[in-house]
Nanobody, 123 residues
Framework: QVQLVESGGGLVQPGGSLRLSCAAS????????MGWYRQAPGKQRELVAQ???????NYADSVKGRFTISRDNAKNTVTLQMNSLKPEDTAVYYC?????????????????WGQGTQVTVSS
């Protein structure tokens, strides 16, 4: 069993900041990439930011310079620091992890998702 538990969403005014955190737990051998996706009402889920186990990062153009992703490999956690928030950042944010598990003597890699946390940017 694997769980991704998110925290840190909420309501913030435009220009404000929020920090999202996600902790992975369970039967995990290793974690490859971790990231954050978001889905606004009526829109498809989109990648916000991703970080590899080696620390390489990738950001959506819409958040570059405003959001920063980081991870703690020892604790299996990933954090998204969101600054200069805009109303268009309003969405449900989902934590994602591509991780490897050992099942029955074999290694399996798969994507896991958190339950989602609401971020609302409004005055």
């Amino acid at each position: 069993q694997v769980q991704l538990v998110e925290s840190g969403g909420g309501l913030v005014q435009p220009g404000g900041s929020l920090r999202l955190s996600c902790a992975a737990s369970g039967s995990i051998f290793s974690i490859n990439a971790m990231g954050w996706y978001r889905q606004a009402p009526g829109k498809q889920r989109e990648l916000v930011a991703q970080i590899t186990s080696g620390g390489s990062t990738n950001y959506a153009d819409s958040v570059k310079g405003r959001f920063t992703i980081s991870r703690d490999n020892a604790k299996n956690t990933v954090t998204l620091q969101m600054n200069s928030l805009k109303p268009e950042d309003t969405a449900v944010y989902y934590c994602n992890a591509n991780l490897r598990r050992k099942i029955g003597g074999y290694y399996h890699s798969d994507d896991y998702w958190g339950q989602g946390t609401q971020v609302t940017v409004s005055s």
